[in-house]
């Protein structure tokens, strides 16, 4: 079985552009998360999404935004971008929304803004 | 607050144990994790354990989970150079996961 799929996986852009990252989940997985993983930090939680709603955000300006679809895969959309966005953007599927659910993480989006 | 503390460097010869230690503060997390981390990958699940256990082993690794103390530990049996990576605790306390800043484990020969 497929894991979980990202794309692009890398992407450079300039100051003030935007950008829209993709994940699709393991099939069968109803939720899907996404983190920003700064150089030599752990993962950080952006946005937690089930059955297309927000289920959970972290401490992210309004310029992150993300959106779930009818097939579960979901974008990740960062406007204005400010030199300090660039890392790795990790998306992880689970089965449910339950704490207890592991959560299977995608190889990542790396995203430099110049 | 929530928090989760790891040592950033470990460095061990091929062939012994690698020990990577965790503290973390939320007692509500059902399951603690340690996830691996390659060089320009994504994080790979290595193994969890339920809030209620003491350890687990699962092939080359231990883990072992001190309620009281907050304090989580990962064994590595016969450290292989394969084993070179991050290494992260993560802790879930509510609707998202909590993960330390990483153990980088550096093998030597």
């Known amino acids: 079985d497929a894991g979980v799929t990202q794309s692009p996986t890398h992407l450079i852009k300039t100051r003030g552009q935007h950008v829209t990252l993709r994940c699709s989940p393991i099939s069968g997985h109803k939720s899907v998360s996404w983190y920003q993983q700064v150089l030599g930090q752990g993962p950080q939680f952006i946005f937690q999404y089930y059955e297309k709603e927000e289920r959970g955000r972290g401490n992210f300006p309004d310029r992150f935004s993300a959106r779930q679809f009818p097939n579960y895969s979901s974008e990740l959309n960062v406007n204005a971008l400010l030199l300090g966005d660039s890392a790795l953007y990790l998306c992880?599927?689970?089965?449910?929304?339950?704490?207890?659910?592991?959560?299977?993480f995608g190889p990542g989006t790396r995203l430099t803004v110049l | 607050g929530e928090d989760v503390e790891q040592s950033l460097f470990l460095s061990v010869r091929e062939g012994d144990s690698s020990v990577i230690n965790c503290t973390y503060t939320d007692s509500s997390s059902t399951y603690l994790y340690w996830y691996k981390q390659e060089p320009g990958a994504g994080l790979q699940l290595l193994t969890y354990i339920f809030s209620n256990m003491d350890m687990k082993q699962d092939q080359r690794l231990t883990v072992l989970l001190n309620k009281k103390d907050k304090h989580l530990s990962l064994r590595i049996a016969d450290t292989q150079t394969g084993d070179s990576a991050i290494y992260f605790c993560a802790e879930i306390p509510g609707d998202k996961i909590i993960f330390g800043k990483g153990t980088r484990l550096h093998i030597l020969p």
């Open positions: 992880a599927s689970s089965r449910d929304i339950h704490s207890t659910d592991t959560q299977y």
